[in-house]
Every structure is written in structure tokens, then in C-alpha cells.
């Protein structure tokens, strides 16, 4: 099995911070790396997918990068609303593991 | 517009079933591969198990391999998670969600529905 490992596990940031989380895979694989942010009480929303493509909707300050085994997701300014949890997940291979998640947490 | 809604929840005691259903609505579900994805109380998510298109390809992680199924009826828009020999770790809550290629993003999540599995 693939495992997902996510740093930090959760960080403290203001509003317009740039926020960068970053997440390893314990083996490389192509772009099959997606992003997701969990507000408390609410379903996954999907923001990043193939490591770098940003899904319809989802604002322009989120970005991902990388390939192999080292990916990051970037927030450029943090907004109010994107205080949440975000998880990384690989659908290269069943399983198809997520990370533990990043909290990211007003300062 | 995308619509997934979980039910079938509720309290059951160890060693006993429960099953899972996600109605889908708003898109062609016969396209899509569909996921279940739990997660316990104040924890992250895990993946539990994906169905192909056609309900020709399944897997499942190894924690709910041989106790739990995954299955479709695409004329019904449906997609089930029959649950057998529950623990109190599957106490969790599960989200249904859409996949476009069987190793794609899971682009569309329901609201989830809470199993708890307790004595």
C-alpha cells in the first residue's frame, strides 16, 4: 500500500498568508495526487486534482505542484473561509490512501 | 446539479449488519465509478471501497475486505455498502462519492451517514 504522509499536521495563519502543506508518498507514481478541503460538519470538497489541475469553481489562490513522490498544495493569501482541514489522497493504486490531514487554524 | 444522499445509519451492536445506500441524482450515474469513504469521530478520512461503472471491478481496503460489499444498481441510481460483522471501529461516518475513471478525484461528495457500532 501506498502511505500519505502530510506535514505540517496542522499550522496557525492569518488572513492573507501564504499557506504551503506538503505531502509524501512512501512510493513514486504519476500526477494521480488530489487535494481536498473538510470544513467541520461538512463533506470533502475536491480543490486540486492530478497534482496540479484546479478543479472548476475552486478559486485561483489554490495551487498544487509536484510529481513522484514529493507534492505541496499552496494557498496564496488565506482567506476567511478557507480555515479547514485538508487532506491529500493517491488514487494510483487501492488503496487509495489519504493523508492525515492538515488543520489549518487562525493565528 | 450533482446530488448524493447517504442513509442507512444508525446504532447496532457488534457482529451485526448494516447497509449503507447513496441515491444519485443531477448526472449519468452508469458513467461514473463510485467510492465510500469513512471517517470515525474527529478523525481523517479512509478510503473503504470502489465500484467500476459497471459494477465489473471492485476493491476494498484491507480493514473491511470479507466483511463488507460494495454494489450498484444503475437503474435505480443507487449505490450500496452492505456491512457485516461490524466492530466499534467501523463506527464512522460514510460518504458516497463520485469518481469519473476509477482512479480519478472524487469530484462529488453526499453529506455522509453515521454508523456507530456499540453494545
Known amino acids: 500500500d501506498i502511505q500519505m504522509t502530510q506535514s505540517p499536521s496542522s499550522l496557525f495563519a492569518s488572513v492573507g498568508d501564504r499557506v504551503t502543506i506538503t505531502c509524501r508518498a512512501s512510493?513514486?507514481?504519476?500526477?494521480?495526487l488530489n487535494w481536498y478541503q473538510q470544513r467541520p460538519g461538512k463533506a470533502p470538497k475536491l480543490l486540486i486534482y492530478?497534482?496540479?489541475s484546479l478543479q472548476s469553481g475552486v478559486p485561483s489562490r489554490f495551487s498544487g505542484s509536484g510529481s513522484g513522490t514529493d507534492f505541496s498544495l499552496t494557498i496564496s493569501s488565506l482567506q476567511p473561509e478557507d480555515f479547514a482541514t485538508y487532506y491529500c489522497q493517491q488514487s494510483y493504486s487501492v488503496p487509495h490512501t489519504f493523508g492525515q490531514g492538515t488543520k489549518v487554524e487562525m493565528k | 446539479q450533482v446530488h448524493l444522499v447517504e442513509s442507512g445509519g444508525g446504532v447496532v451492536q457488534p457482529g451485526r449488519s448494516l447497509r449503507l445506500s447513496c441515491a444519485a441524482s443531477g448526472f449519468t450515474f452508469y458513467e461514473y465509478a463510485m467510492h465510500w469513504v469513512r471517517q470515525a469521530p474527529g478523525k481523517g478520512l479512509e478510503w473503504v471501497a470502489v465500484m467500476s461503472f459497471d459494477g465489473s471491478i471492485e476493491e476494498y481496503a484491507d480493514s473491511v475486505r470479507g466483511r463488507f460489499t460494495i454494489s450498484r444498481d444503475n437503474s435505480k441510481n443507487t449505490l450500496y455498502l452492505q456491512m457485516n460483522s461490524l466492530r466499534p471501529e467501523d463506527t464512522a461516518v460514510y460518504f458516497c462519492?463520485?469518481?469519473?475513471?476509477?482512479?480519478?478525484?472524487?469530484?462529488?461528495w453526499g453529506q455522509g451517514t453515521l454508523a456507530t457500532v456499540s453494545s
Open positions: 492530478s497534482a496540479s
Open positions: 512510493q513514486s507514481f504519476s500526477s494521480y
Open positions: 462519492a463520485r469518481d469519473p475513471s476509477l482512479h480519478g478525484p472524487l469530484d462529488s
